[in-house]
């Protein structure tokens, strides 16, 4: 049984910085590509930022410079370190990470967490 868990989020200014977490735990071989989506009220899921195995990331062009995705292999534990916040960054955070398992790879998703930026 393999399962992600978040952390971090919550209520913050504009131009305010949050840090949110993803921990991986189960039965896990290795971990390939991990990232951060967005889903905003009445809108669909949006790529954040992804980061391989050996840390190339990548980023929507809306937070490009704003926010930096890392990762520790050891720990199966994701980051998102979100600086410079607007309000139009609010949604909720949701972690992937692409797992192998002793049968195979699959994507698997966090629980989401909230961030709110307030005006």
């Known amino acids: 049984q393999v399962q992600l868990v978040e952390s971090g989020g919550g209520l913050v200014q504009a131009g305010g910085s949050l840090g949110l977490s993803c921990a991986a735990s189960g039965n896990i071989f290795s971990i390939t590509t991990m990232g951060w989506y967005r889903q905003a009220p009445g809108k669909q899921r949006e790529l954040v930022a992804t980061?391989?195995?050996?840390?190339?990331?990548n980023y929507a062009d809306s937070v490009k410079g704003r926010f930096t995705i890392s990762r520790d292999n050891v720990k199966n534990t994701q980051y998102l370190q979100m600086n410079s916040l607007k309000p139009e960054d609010t949604a909720v955070y949701y972690c992937q990470a692409f797992i192998v398992t002793s049968g195979a790879t699959r994507g698997y998703w966090g629980q989401g967490t909230q961030v709110t930026v307030s005006s």
């Open positions: 980061i391989t195995r050996g840390s190339t990331a």
